[in-house]
């Protein structure tokens, strides 16, 4: 096996062929050659730098690609470089360019995403943040009535009702009135402070709600379609009833929580599908092979395969999926036909 040539020699070699190919030089009256001073190269001028100053340098190229234009290769000629892989593969240049390019775009799309996702749990973690302490402004506020609740009712407990009505009957009806009054109050302020926080945990519910709703939508993009989702998604709760009554089927909103029940839910399906073909198959009447008829396997079989399939694909008739089920199962099972 001759080996590998070299970068250089891949170009050198397509740098001749070019040369080849192009049209030969006009010729040129180049005159007289004239002598050169003592030391110095025929042909070529002296130039002096300035005095004082050193001779400008000059800049190689850094990459291969300026290397080549350099050199004056086309850029299509370096990009029609071969490399081989440990594995033994040969790769162009451009081929590792264009992947290099599709790697990039896809490691900005990550970083995107992954810059979005970080924004969204700073969201909902600020949100939960402000649902919490908005709970704690709340539970205090109905603690409080709660408490001037039970000083009312200590205050009311320890007056002897009797024997002030006895001694002073417009005193006793007057505090009892006011004891009332501010006991009142105080049930109103506990009752509002009890709503204001189940709206709280109802907003939130809904809140949250929305959010995975539209995450559903994200993970499932079929369940866009409206038809699809009311004939779909019925027949996953339906599942889930198996192992959750219909009260607990209302608390499953996760959308990961449903995600995961709708694969499952179609995988299931799908066994069930396969056992129920299987079975049709087995119940089937096998077909009487008349003495001599040859028997079909290996291309002849797949060739049958492929012929029923795309005429099952094209009538869409029950009788043709049934046998090109059966001639795919027949080749799975090792049923020679």
Do not use: C, N
């Not at 973690?125 to 709660?146: F, K, S, V």
């Not at 519910?205 to 699809?228: G, Y």
């Amino acid at each position: 096996m001759p080996p590998e040539k070299t970068i250089i020699e891949q170009l050198t070699e397509r740098m001749a062929a070019r040369e080849a190919e192009a049209p030969p030089p006009e010729d040129e009256d180049l005159g007289e050659p004239t002598e050169a001073p003592e030391g110095e190269a025929p042909g070529v001028e002296a130039q002096d730098a300035p005095e004082g100053e050193a001779p400008e340098s000059v800049e190689l190229p850094t990459d291969l690609l300026g290397f080549g234009k350099a050199a004056g290769w086309e850029p299509e000629d370096v990009y029609d470089l071969t490399i081989t892989l440990d594995t033994g593969d040969k790769v162009k240049l451009g081929e590792i360019k264009d992947r290099l390019q599709v790697y990039e775009r896809e490691r900005d799309s990550i970083k995107a995403q992954e810059t979005q996702l970080r924004e969204y749990a700073q969201q909902v973690q600020t949100q939960a943040q402000q649902y919490l302490t908005q709970r704690q402004e709340e539970g205090a506020e109905a603690q409080d009535a709660r408490r001037e609740m039970a000083i009312l009712e200590a205050r009311y407990g320890s007056v002897d009702w009797d024997k002030l009505a006895a001694a002073d009957p417009g005193r006793a009806a007057y505090l009892q009135q006011q004891l009332a009054a501010e006991y009142a109050g105080a049930q109103r302020k506990h009752a509002e402070a009890v709503s204001k926080e189940q709206q709280a945990i109802a907003q939130m519910v809904e809140h949250t709600r929305a959010q995975h709703a539209k995450a559903l939508l994200e993970a499932v993009p079929e369940w866009r379609d409206s038809s699809a989702l009311q004939a779909e998604f019925p027949e996953v709760q339906r599942y889930l009833g198996q192992w959750f009554r219909p009260e607990e089927l209302e608390t499953i909103y996760d959308w990961r929580a449903i995600s995961l029940a709708r694969k499952a839910y179609l995988y299931d399906q799908g066994k069930q599908r396969a056992k129920e073909t299987v079975e049709k198959v087995k119940a089937a009447p096998k077909p009487v092979l008349r003495p001599g008829a040859p028997m079909l396997h290996g291309a002849a079989a797949q060739a049958r395969e492929k012929a029923l399939i795309r005429k099952a694909r094209e009538s869409r008739s029950q009788s043709d999926k049934d046998a090109a089920a059966a001639a795919v199962l027949s080749r799975a099972f090792g049923i020679k036909r």
